[in-house]
């Protein structure tokens, strides 16, 4: 009877042990992740980008930012950032840059390739630059009387009106400035 009890609780023993050692080995292993994962959080570190507008992106890298919110023929309120020249404010090229973002982006996407982005580099060789948004998108949700929360004509759009309209208002605007 002493051996067949002693077997049995040997068993149980080694068993419960054997679990014990599992659960330690699972959470071992998910401690390891967790402290990898925060490991190259902390070394790769956050974009400063990440929660910055257009306006507060190009003042962090040094540059002059001004923004405008400009109005279009049929009501539409978008806005444009401009970029005066280099860090020193100086422009040293006689007619100015317009980027237009693509249609579901906004300034944002010139932006986003930290000091290498395409808007950094024209600044300094002395270009004039301006950054234009699209109606619809983060940076030109207004219209002087229609709501786009809960209007579905402010969306009754197309690449068109966004041409002849956006663009244009951008154009003159900027031939105006400069």
Not at 31 to 43: D, G, K, N, V
Not at 100 to 110: K, L, Q, R, V, Y
Not at 133 to 146: D, E, F, I, M, V
Request: glycine share 6%.
């Amino acid at each position: 009877k002493d051996t067949a009890t002693t077997e049995i609780y040997t068993r149980s023993i080694v068993g419960s042990v054997r679990c014990v050692q599992e659960t330690v080995k699972n959470t071992m292993l998910k401690l390891s992740c967790l402290i990898f994962l925060m490991l190259c959080f902390f070394t790769l570190g956050i974009d400063p980008d990440t929660h910055r507008n257009s306006q507060e992106m190009i003042i962090a890298r040094g540059y002059k930012c001004e923004k405008f919110l400009l109005t279009t023929e049929d009501g539409y309120i978008i806005q444009t950032f401009h970029i005066p020249g280099n860090k020193k404010g100086q422009i040293l090229k006689e007619f100015p840059v317009l980027l237009n973002a693509g249609i579901f982006c906004s300034s944002d996407s010139f932006l986003d390739g930290g000091d290498s982005s395409l808007p950094y580099n024209l600044a300094d060789m002395g270009y004039d630059i301006w950054i234009m948004n699209n109606r619809g998108n983060r940076y030109s949700r207004a219209h002087k009387t229609l709501d786009p929360d809960t209007s579905a004509k402010y969306w009754d759009f197309s690449l068109h009106e966004m041409g002849i309209y956006d663009v244009r208002t951008n154009i003159e605007f900027i031939k105006k400035s400069t």
